[in-house]
Nanobody, 113 residues
Framework: QVQLVESGGGSVQPGGSLRLSCAAS????????MGWYRQAPGKQRELVAR???????NYADSVKGRFTISRDNAQKTLYLQMNNLKPEDTAVYYC???????WGKGTLVTVSS
């Protein structure tokens, strides 16, 4: 079955950095576009970044210039490098196989001084 396991979340001060990882199994990773989403308390889940099979990337305006999505097809792993974190980035971050119902359980990112 498809499994997506996120890791790398934690607590960080404003201006800090984190790198999230999403390990995938049960899918042919290289032929799927992938995305990172987040859900803050009391808010709807939103797309943060997406990467196509050809490594074309798209970002939410709120994270452009600060976050970088990447993928390692050999390791079946999706990454999200997050720099210059802000309190409004606090959320549970999820990875998703594009246009499928496959989601990980999420990893919590807390940005606070």
């Amino acid at each position: 079955q498809v499994q997506l396991v996120e890791s790398g979340g934690g607590s960080v001060q404003p201006g800090g950095s984190l790198r999230l990882s999403c390990a995938a199994s049960g899918i042919i990773f290289s032929i799927n576009a992938m995305g990172w989403y987040r859900q803050a308390p009391g808010k709807q889940r939103e797309l943060v970044a997406r990467i196509s099979t050809g490594r074309t990337t798209n970002y939410a305006d709120s994270v452009k210039g600060r976050f970088t999505i990447s993928r390692d097809n050999a390791q079946k792993t999706l990454y999200l490098q997050m720099n210059n974190l802000k309190p409004e980035d606090t959320a549970v971050y999820y990875c998703n196989v594009d246009q499928t119902p496959y989601w990980g359980k999420g990893t919590l990112v807390t940005v606070s001084s």
